[in-house]
Every structure is written in C-alpha cells, then in structure tokens.
C-alpha cells in the first residue's frame, strides 16, 4: 500500500480498487459452514417399524383387521381376499361404516411401498382412519 504525500493541492485521489478479501473470508466461512451442513441434512438411519414401546390404546369392541402377509396377499380378519376385493369386503366386515377404524398390520419384510399402495387403497375405498398395528415390546429402564 503506498501512500503519497503532496503537500500543495487538497484533491486527494480516488481509489479505483475494491478490496475483495473481506468478501474472500465470508465465503470461504459459508463454503466451510455448508460443506459440514450437507452430509448432515440427509438422511441414512435403518429404521425397523414392527415394533413399539407406545403404550397400547383400548381396542373397539369388533376390530377390522387388514393383514399384509410377506407373500403381498391380504387378509381381513382369517379370510384371504384379493385387491379387487377390498371395498366390497370391508363394508361388509364395517358393517358400510366408513368412519370405523381399520386396523392394518403388516409384515416386516414387506417393502414400504406395497404398504403405501394398501393404504392408498383404503383410502380410494373412503376408509381414512388407519391404524398401523405392531408388535409391543418393553420400554428401555
């Protein structure tokens, strides 16, 4: 940095440089601060479903029970049905009471989006209140 001294005029001379280091410093912190973000902000935990320690809620008096086996075939109650079958069966288990709540448990080993494409088949068939059942395990002491 020179600096020059002129003793006779009082024009000073405008700089012509923008002095970017401070603009430097801020980005490197924010290249540093989303480099440590980024592998945070995904997600990798293995999560097994079947099992809970929520404490259970009473069961209704005639529970609908929708069964998803490992082989992807349904079940109501003990009765195998297929996909096509699902409306007609379970207005008939509910009695045509759409409001009841269906109680679905599924296999472990099935994958996670054949249950989404039961659940959403409840649902086109107007059944909305879904409950996943799983098996119930001791709380950690």
Not at 5 to 28: C, K, Q, R, W, Y
């Amino acid at each position: 940095m020179a600096v020059r001294l002129d003793s006779g005029e009082d024009d000073l001379e405008e700089a012509h440089e923008i002095n970017v280091t401070p603009f430097i410093d801020v980005m490197l912190v924010l290249l540093i601060i989303f480099m440590v973000a980024a592998p945070l902000a995904t997600v990798d935990v293995p999560v097994d479903l079947p099992s809970s320690t929520a404490a259970s809620h009473p069961k209704p008096d005639k529970p609908v029970f929708l069964t998803l086996k490992a082989d992807k075939t349904l079940a109501l109650g003990d009765a195998t049905i297929t996909a096509d079958a699902l409306k007609p069966a379970l207005d008939q288990a509910s009695g045509g009471d759409r409001t009841q709540r269906i109680f679905l448990r599924a296999d472990k080993t099935v994958p996670y989006g054949e249950l989404m494409t039961t659940m959403d088949a409840l649902r086109a068939a107007g059944y909305l209140k879904v409950a996943l059942v799983a098996r119930e395990t001791a709380p950690a002491q």
